[in-house]
């Protein structure tokens, strides 16, 4: 039986899901006890035929979808995520059963570390399967690897030991070298996590101490895999040698075009040969950054010197491995990319990128690192959380220059006045709440040729209930419209209007309203645009349709973050591109999103 982890969930359980409010207690057995038994009846059918371990699957899901995520429905939903639980892993299914476990873990407080550790162990305890206990000793060594770069010693160890004891039942060589390495990896992580605190003290007073930075560089190099960080800490180093290369490895990372495969292959033969000389656990690190250099070069390298870098990236150990490559960056414009598109639980396209979760403060920061790549925002949603304000954003690929403006209500609308006068037109609006609970506004706007008559215009911070029309000309219609809660909790709108090809509009309401309106206008019009406000423990949705015939329209709501993705990345392979998105977060602490992507016609 072949089983496939998704990548996307694999990230989710790695980074661990920490949130600022208090997760719902877990229901004491005498609470459970009448949930427990309304599953079994009626779901009594299902569970009597399912023989198989699809059939189990299948069971399972269908219980997930009877999981509400209401306050009302805590003991019941915990009940049923159990039962799920316990089908999956009856169905040797990774990727349900550990999806599974983060959804328990994002609402209950459980521990989410332990239960993934007794999940893999029940899935490894089934029929012998090499397949699947190969892939369960692989994610187990990998998920030790993240929890010791995260400062958890003791979930590594238990991921360790539970690869291990797949490896004997294998009966891998390679494996069993494998967690030899690791065991002693850790060990060597303890000690040095004690000398790099004290370089930290040290560098507080003394920024550019050379000993100090080489024993912090050292630490982020082999206990975390952080290249990007720990070469910034090596350049300031004692050793001569290891300073030359860090400054050399700097240089190209930072360079805007990527360096030429004779001089990647230059830099790769002198962290080779600094890993001769070096021992214990550092020189696997330094083997492997050179191999990373080397896989880089090889493509364009000829006879020998290819033959040599592909020899090396073998014996290095390298992978392409998409975390590792956030931690090795060999562009750090591209690291902060793929930086944020993880923590932001997003998606980097051919023309467009879009993310769920960014922090807001790094909203600029990621702006910016996609100019190389010509897109520019075209969404940009901004909602609280309690880890603190967060974002969801889309950016297009267009040849047009685009900027973002943060501010007040009457920033906004001078430094608007200011720009139309330049070309420019808002592209989207959107109001949040800062940390001291004052309304702001982040408005992105591009420099876009309109066909002629056309006309763009906002109305900023208008209340619920309050009419409002386009300023300017009254044939305008709706493009854009964000609610989001003010100081005193009331809902208000940021809008952008534009005249319309046809016809349009525009709805607001709770889920069951919405879901019903977006199906039946859907039949003669196309959803432009969606968002979504939490309002205590519930949602605020509002979809806006307008008369054109160019292009088809996916819409997609009520899935985990983690399973948006994974939806995106097949409309992305079906060239279709987002259009709208917006995120919100309960005060239960759950994540929801919405998102509507256009697949355009070819003409």
Same mark, same amino acid.
């Given at each position: 039986?072949?089983?496939?982890?998704?990548?996307?969930?694999?990230?989710?359980?790695?980074?661990?899901?920490?949130?600022?409010?208090?997760?719902?207690?877990?229901?004491?057995?005498?609470?459970?006890?009448?949930?427990?038994?309304?599953?079994?009846?009626?779901?009594?059918?299902?569970?009597?035929?399912?023989?198989?371990?699809?059939?189990?699957?299948?069971? !399972?899901?269908?219980?997930?979808?009877?999981?509400?995520?209401?306050?009302?429905?805590?003991?019941?939903?915990?009940?049923?995520?159990?039962?799920?639980?316990?089908?999956?892993?009856?169905?040797?299914?990774?990727?349900?059963?550990?999806?599974?476990?983060?959804?328990?873990?994002?609402?209950?407080?459980?521990?989410? =570390?332990?239960?993934?550790?007794?999940?893999?162990?029940?899935?490894?305890?089934?029929?012998?399967?090499?397949?699947? =206990?190969?892939?369960?000793?692989? @994610?187990?060594?990998?998920?030790?690897?993240?929890?010791?770069?995260?400062?958890?010693?003791?979930?590594?160890?238990?991921?360790?030991?539970?690869?291990?004891?797949? !490896?004997?039942?294998?009966?891998?060589?390679?494996?069993?070298?494998?967690?030899?390495?690791?065991?002693?990896?850790?060990?060597?992580?303890?000690?040095?996590?004690?000398?790099?605190?004290?370089?930290?003290?040290?560098?507080?007073?003394?920024?550019?101490?050379?000993?100090?930075?080489?024993?912090?560089?050292?630490?982020?190099?082999?206990?975390?895999?952080?290249?990007?960080?720990?070469?910034?800490?090596?350049?300031?180093?004692?050793?001569?040698t290891l300073q030359k290369l860090a400054q050399q490895d700097s240089t190209l990372i930072e360079a805007t075009k990527p360096p030429t495969a004779d001089v990647a292959a230059e830099l790769a033969d002198g962290w080779w040969d600094l890993a001769q000389k070096q021992s214990g656990n550092f020189k696997s690190s330094v083997k492997l950054r050179a191999g990373q250099w080397y896989a880089f070069a090889a493509p364009n390298l000829k006879g020998l010197p290819k033959?040599?870098?592909?020899?090396?990236?073998?014996?290095?150990?390298?992978?392409?491995?998409?975390?590792?490559?956030?931690?090795?960056?060999?562009?750090?414009?591209? !690291?902060?990319?793929?930086?944020?598109?993880?923590?932001?639980?997003? @998606?980097?396209?051919?023309?467009?990128?879009?993310?769920?979760?960014?922090?807001?403060?790094?909203?600029?920061?990621?702006?910016?690192?996609?100019?190389?790549?010509?897109?520019?925002?075209?969404?940009?949603?901004?909602?609280?959380?309690?880890?603190?304000?967060?974002?969801?954003?889309?950016?297009?690929?267009?040849?047009?220059?685009?900027?973002?403006?943060?501010?007040?209500?009457?920033?906004?609308?001078? =430094?608007?006045?200011?720009?139309?006068?330049?070309?420019?037109?808002?592209?989207?609006?959107?109001?949040?709440?800062?940390?001291?609970?004052?309304?702001?506004?982040?408005?992105?706007?591009?420099?876009?040729?309109?066909?002629?008559?056309?006309?763009?215009?906002?109305?900023?911070?208008?209340?619920?209930?309050?009419?409002?029309?386009?300023?300017?000309?009254?044939?305008? !219609?709706?493009?854009?419209?964000?609610?989001?809660?003010?100081?005193?909790?009331?809902?208000?709108?940021?809008?952008?209007?534009?005249?319309?090809?046809?016809?349009?509009?525009?709805?607001?309401?709770?889920?069951?309203?919405?879901?019903?309106?977006?199906?039946?206008?859907?039949?003669?019009?196309?959803?432009?645009?969606?968002?979504?406000?939490?309002?205590?423990?519930?949602?605020?949705?509002?979809?806006?349709?307008?008369?054109?015939?160019?292009?088809?329209?996916?819409?997609?709501?009520?899935?985990?973050?983690?399973?948006?993705?994974?939806?995106?990345?097949?409309?992305?392979?079906?060239?279709?591109?987002?259009?709208?998105?917006?995120?919100?977060?309960?005060?239960?602490?759950?994540? =929801?999103?919405?998102?509507?992507?256009?697949?355009?016609?070819?003409?």
């Amino acid at each position: 039986m072949r089983i496939q982890l998704s990548a996307c969930l694999l990230v989710a359980l790695l980074c661990g899901t920490a949130w600022g409010a208090a997760k719902t207690p877990v229901p004491d057995a005498a609470a459970q006890k009448p949930a427990i038994a309304t599953v079994k009846e009626v779901f009594k059918s299902e569970l009597a035929s399912a023989k198989s371990a699809p059939q189990f699957a299948d069971v !399972a899901d269908k219980m997930l979808g009877n999981v509400q995520n209401e306050e009302s429905s805590a003991v019941n939903d915990y009940v049923l995520l159990m039962q799920a639980h316990g089908l999956a892993v009856k169905a040797l299914h990774p990727t349900l059963s550990l999806r599974i476990v983060q959804m328990i873990s994002d609402r209950y407080d459980v521990d989410q =570390h332990a239960l993934t550790v007794q999940t893999l162990k029940d899935l490894a305890k089934g029929p012998t399967d090499k397949d699947l =206990h190969k892939q369960l000793a692989e @994610l187990s060594f990998k998920l030790s690897l993240e929890h010791q770069r995260a400062d958890r010693i003791e979930p590594a160890l238990q991921h360790l030991e539970l690869a291990d004891a797949l !490896a004997r039942r294998l009966k891998s060589t390679d494996m069993l070298k494998q967690a030899v390495a690791r065991r002693a990896e850790i060990t060597e992580y303890k000690k040095l996590a004690e000398s790099s605190a004290a370089a930290e003290k040290k560098l507080v007073e003394t920024p550019n101490d050379p000993a100090a930075n080489e024993a912090l560089g050292r630490f982020l190099i082999l206990a975390k895999s952080d290249w990007n960080e720990g070469l910034k800490r090596l350049v300031l180093a004692n050793d001569a040698t290891l300073q030359k290369l860090a400054q050399q490895d700097s240089t190209l990372i930072e360079a805007t075009k990527p360096p030429t495969a004779d001089v990647a292959a230059e830099l790769a033969d002198g962290w080779w040969d600094l890993a001769q000389k070096q021992s214990g656990n550092f020189k696997s690190s330094v083997k492997l950054r050179a191999g990373q250099w080397y896989a880089f070069a090889a493509p364009n390298l000829k006879g020998l010197p290819k033959a040599k870098a592909e020899q090396r990236v073998t014996e290095s150990g390298w992978t392409n491995d998409a975390n590792l490559a956030v931690l090795m960056p060999l562009n750090r414009r591209d !690291a902060v990319l793929q930086k944020a598109m993880s923590v932001g639980k997003g @998606l980097l396209g051919e023309r467009f990128a879009i993310v769920q979760t960014l922090p807001f403060t790094d909203l600029v920061p990621l702006t910016e690192a996609l100019k190389s790549r010509r897109l520019r925002p075209t969404r940009v949603r901004p909602y609280p959380t309690p880890d603190g304000l967060k974002v969801a954003a889309i950016w297009l690929s267009s040849v047009n220059p685009g900027e973002l403006f943060d501010g007040t209500t009457e920033e906004i609308t001078k =430094h608007y006045a200011d720009i139309r006068a330049n070309g420019f037109t808002a592209v989207d609006l959107a109001g949040y709440l800062d940390a001291n609970k004052q309304v702001r506004h982040v408005m992105a706007s591009a420099k876009v040729k309109w066909e002629a008559g056309t006309n763009i215009d906002i109305n900023v911070a208008v209340p619920l209930g309050t009419m409002f029309t386009p300023p300017a000309e009254k044939s305008c !219609a709706l493009q854009a419209r964000q609610q989001y809660l003010d100081a005193e909790g009331k809902l208000t709108s940021d809008v952008i209007w534009r005249h319309p090809k046809n016809t349009f509009y525009f709805h607001r309401s709770g889920l069951t309203e919405w879901e019903n309106i977006v199906a039946k206008y859907s039949q003669s019009q196309k959803l432009i645009d969606v968002s979504i406000t939490a309002t205590g423990k519930n949602n605020n949705y509002t979809a806006i349709f307008q008369g054109f015939n160019d292009f088809t329209v996916t819409e997609i709501h009520g899935k985990t973050l983690d399973d948006n993705v994974i939806e995106w990345q097949k409309l992305a392979e079906a060239k279709a591109q987002p259009a709208g998105v917006g995120a919100s977060v309960t005060n239960d602490g759950i994540y =929801h999103s919405v998102s509507v992507w256009h697949n355009h016609f070819m003409k």
